[in-house]
């Protein structure tokens, strides 16, 4: 009898461990991994390079302002302000788990980071600057020379260097280990009944066609308003503004869904304030779905399992202009 319960049990056993695992292979949103770096001097410049507002024309506006570390990787705003305080025509995506997106920015116009990081020091409407003037004040400031040589060879700093130190820095800024995370691989207790229903909702009603794979997004490119128009008063063309295309006009990257509690208002226009709105809305105008209050819920909740460990690191002291001036602190930083 004891045999026989022993190995009743080591049965129960392997069929629990094979539904985990299966869970690692069926599911289609899967598990972010930690990111190690092969260049931890190169990250710790670009983490510099990152916080320095001195890449921007008025010195008081860093790559940190629009995407805030402390706030989800964006900044809470519909759209972002930048030099002289004007507003940007468009949401600022988060750069959480941005190294998982098949390109950058919503229209997808950048194809990897590194191409990204040179967009906002020379656009007039965020940072103000140029990559030449970027270059010469970088390149006043002996520690950081210091630091280039290091890291790349030769003491003189391009906006190559620059901006590829700024993506290695991003490159880790992944945030592994949410609970969902957890449940994938095996751990039943790691979301609730409630947020489970949630996720079989999310499944049947078909939002994970497009939000999958580690960042639960951010892999392809959809059109806005595929059952209704989307009404909005925002001016972005979408992906049409890179192809030329009309049949990309509203076309825009499916957002990550990671840590997508944090990073509100939501939509490229920033419109929607709550998950509970942009579930409704997307469920109608994506999917012609009218959901109830409480499937409407139970997505939210399903949604919040997806937030995962934050990055965390020291501030870096920023290397002292020449003059030995007191620079600003990029705003948001902490």
């Given at each position: 009898m004891k045999?026989?319960l022993?190995?009743?049990?080591?049965?129960?056993l392997?069929l629990s461990?094979?539904a985990?695992?299966?869970?690692?292979?069926?599911?289609l949103?899967k598990?972010?991994?930690?990111?190690v770096s092969?260049e931890?001097?190169k990250?710790?410049l670009g983490?510099?390079?990152?916080?320095?507002?001195?890449?921007s024309m008025?010195?008081f506006?860093?790559c940190?302002?629009?995407h805030?570390?402390?706030?989800g990787?964006?900044?809470?705003?519909?759209t972002?302000?930048?030099?002289?305080?004007?507003e940007g025509?468009?949401n600022?995506p988060?750069?959480?788990?941005?190294?998982?997106?098949?390109a950058?920015?919503?229209d997808?116009?950048?194809a990897?980071l590194?191409?990204q990081?040179?967009?906002p020091?020379?656009?007039?409407?965020e940072m103000?600057s140029?990559?030449l003037l970027?270059i010469?004040?970088?390149?006043?400031?002996p520690?950081y020379?210091?630091?280039f040589a290091?890291v790349y060879?030769?003491?003189e700093?391009?906006?190559?260097n620059?901006?590829?130190?700024i993506?290695?820095?991003?490159?880790?800024l992944?945030?592994?280990?949410s609970?969902?995370?957890l449940?994938?691989?095996g751990?039943?207790?790691?979301?609730t009944?409630?947020?489970?229903?949630?996720y079989?909702?999310?499944k049947?009603?078909?939002?994970?066609?497009c939000h999958?794979?580690?960042?639960?997004?951010?892999?392809?490119?959809?059109?806005?308003?595929?059952?209704e128009a989307?009404?909005t008063?925002?001016?972005a063309?979408?992906?049409?503004?890179v192809?030329g295309k009309?049949?990309?006009?509203?076309t825009?990257?499916?957002p990550?869904?990671r840590n997508?509690?944090?990073t509100y208002?939501?939509?490229?226009d920033g419109?929607?304030?709550?998950?509970e709105e942009?579930?409704?809305v997307?469920a109608r105008?994506?999917l012609g779905r009218?959901l109830q209050?409480?499937?409407i819920n139970n997505?939210v909740?399903?949604?919040k399992?997806?937030?995962?460990?934050?990055?965390t690191?020291?501030?870096?002291?920023l290397?002292?202009?020449?003059?030995?001036?007191p620079?600003p602190q990029?705003?948001?930083a902490?």
């Amino acid at each position: 009898m004891k045999k026989l319960l022993t190995i009743a049990i080591a049965a129960g056993l392997g069929l629990s461990m094979q539904a985990h695992a299966d869970r690692l292979t069926t599911e289609l949103i899967k598990p972010i991994d930690p990111y190690v770096s092969a260049e931890p001097e190169k990250v710790e410049l670009g983490k510099k390079l990152w916080f320095d507002p001195r890449l921007s024309m008025s010195g008081f506006i860093s790559c940190n302002s629009c995407h805030n570390l402390s706030t989800g990787g964006s900044d809470n705003l519909p759209t972002s302000i930048g030099h002289n305080w004007q507003e940007g025509p468009i949401n600022s995506p988060t750069v959480l788990n941005s190294s998982l997106s098949v390109a950058q920015f919503w229209d997808g116009r950048a194809a990897n980071l590194q191409e990204q990081a040179g967009g906002p020091i020379a656009n007039p409407m965020e940072m103000a600057s140029s990559h030449l003037l970027a270059i010469d004040v970088i390149n006043s400031i002996p520690q950081y020379r210091e630091e280039f040589a290091k890291v790349y060879g030769s003491a003189e700093v391009t906006i190559e260097n620059i901006t590829d130190a700024i993506a290695e820095f991003e490159e880790t800024l992944v945030t592994p280990n949410s609970r969902f995370d957890l449940w994938l691989k095996g751990d039943d207790d790691a979301i609730t009944a409630q947020e489970l229903a949630g996720y079989e909702t999310f499944k049947s009603i078909g939002c994970v066609a497009c939000h999958n794979g580690p960042a639960a997004g951010g892999t392809s490119f959809q059109r806005m308003g595929v059952v209704e128009a989307y009404q909005t008063a925002n001016p972005a063309e979408g992906r049409a503004a890179v192809t030329g295309k009309d049949a990309d006009r509203f076309t825009f990257k499916v957002p990550t869904l990671r840590n997508v509690e944090l990073t509100y208002p939501y939509f490229h226009d920033g419109a929607y304030w709550t998950l509970e709105e942009a579930t409704d809305v997307m469920a109608r105008l994506q999917l012609g779905r009218e959901l109830q209050k409480e499937e409407i819920n139970n997505v939210v909740a399903f949604l919040k399992t997806l937030t995962g460990q934050q990055p965390t690191f020291t501030m870096p002291i920023l290397p002292p202009s020449t003059n030995d001036t007191p620079r600003p602190q990029p705003f948001g930083a902490k």
